[in-house]
């Protein structure tokens, strides 16, 4: 077993929460230059580790501080209040972190986990992967892996790749966790939104994988795959997780919008009309009623699967599987109202949000761009949901 001495730790009681929330004036003030890198700047992605964000999801025992959803969910919402591009990095990671940390063998996890700090970034899609089985693992002759957002911190990646049987056949997806060191960053992420996250495609070639860094994505999803770790993360289904944790960034844009709005709206007038404070028109009022009304639902929302997910994983049974396509709707759906407030507000704003140093445009870009991710795909989410109480058995890899 991998040493763990020198392992970095905050006390029971630390509210990392709290900490991320007092964190935001740094990120909006590092924003410019997280923009310009398309990645966290240094200083900040340091300060985020000493902090222990991108251990919220793992085990005590290696320093982590294997934290309950709940607080996963305010940290980065609070984070995504600051730099939504930065918060999706750190979600992404702490992810990616929960799955070697719940799935992989136990030699694994020590062996990546010993490293204080260390962090693993993923692109669980293989479509770009070529691939052959090979003695004791497989080989990946040539592969491409798309938007791998939080790569630039992260010490290993866990790709998409195919798996095969004894006789060298198609066995279904999986996910392979690799050093850094086999990976190729090709430092392309140049988006009009989540900009801070560094997002990058990344490749490999000629790279020999073992088998005991492998695992089944068909098993991670329909809760066949063993825990490492029960005692600390139990049943947490897969799927829900994977999906819902892409809301936490934005929900935090939503409640900056709502914030920024008011903090400028004594500043404006409504052209053409005789409103020379736009606070004072009633049309400004139902715009703020209503956009306040869909962040707090998505909010509603969103923690409702938190508590769904954390109550679960306290059960001695994995999470049903229509149960699972509720939770991916419905965390959809919570992002699909954030967006919708966000545009309402970008629509009152008048014309000097077209300004690119408008604070609003940048939020409406971020949010955008956020919601665009095919976990958190509407249309997707709800046909899955609505075929299987249609009755119609939908392909198991999904949820």
Not at 38 to 57: D, M, N, S
Not at 212 to 225: A, F, H, K, P, Y
Not at 386 to 399: D, Q, S, T
Request: hydrophobic content about 45%; charged content about 20%; overall charge negative.
């Amino acid at each position: 077993m991998a040493t763990l001495t020198g392992l970095q730790s905050q006390p029971d009681e630390f509210d990392i929460a709290g900490w991320a929330r007092d964190f935001v004036p740094e990120l909006r003030a590092a924003q410019s230059e997280s923009d310009r890198l398309a990645r966290p700047p240094r200083h900040i992605a340091e300060k985020l580790k000493a902090a222990g964000v991108y251990r919220l999801t793992v085990p005590k025992v290696y320093g982590g501080l294997q934290a309950t959803t709940k607080t996963y969910m305010e940290t980065v919402t609070e984070l995504g209040r600051g730099d939504a591009g930065v918060a999706w990095a750190v979600t992404l990671v702490a992810a990616c972190n929960w799955t070697v940390a719940s799935y992989f063998r136990r030699h694994v996890v020590d062996e990546v986990f010993s490293k204080p700090n260390a962090c693993v970034a993923g692109v669980f899609s293989g479509r770009g992967c070529q691939a052959r089985k090979v003695e004791g693992g497989i080989h990946v002759d040539k592969g491409i892996w798309f938007f791998n957002s939080g790569v630039y911190e992260a010490d290993w990646d866990l790709l998409g790749v195919p798996m095969f049987d004894k006789n060298g056949e198609s066995a279904g997806p999986g996910i392979a966790l690799v050093p850094m060191s086999d990976v190729k960053l090709l430092n392309d992420w140049n988006t009009s939104g989540i900009r801070g996250s560094g997002s990058t495609n990344v490749m490999m070639e000629n790279v020999f994988i073992p088998d005991d860094r492998i695992v089944s994505l068909v098993s991670l999803t329909d809760g066949s795959q063993p825990q490492t770790f029960p005692e600390a993360f139990a049943n947490t289904a897969f799927s829900p997780m994977m999906v819902n944790i892409l809301t936490y960034p934005i929900m935090g844009l939503g409640m900056h919008m709502i914030e920024t709005f008011l903090e400028t709206l004594p500043k404006r007038d409504i052209k053409l009309t005789f409103y020379n404070r736009s606070a004072e028109a009633p049309v400004t009022h139902l715009q703020i009623g209503e956009a306040s009304a869909k962040i707090d639902a998505a909010r509603l929302i969103t923690a409702n699967v938190v508590k769904e997910m954390d109550d679960w994983a306290a059960s001695e049974d994995y999470m049903p599987q229509l149960l699972r396509a509720r939770l991916c709707r419905d965390s959809a759906f919570a992002n699909s109202l954030v967006w919708e407030a966000v545009d309402l507000l970008a629509t009152a704003s008048g014309g000097s949000f077209a300004w690119l140093s408008n604070v609003a445009n940048r939020i409406w870009q971020d949010v955008k761009v956020g919601t665009m991710h095919p976990f958190v795909s509407v249309p997707s989410n709800f046909e899955m949901y609505g075929r299987m109480v249609a009755g119609i058995k939908p392909p198991l890899m999904l949820v």
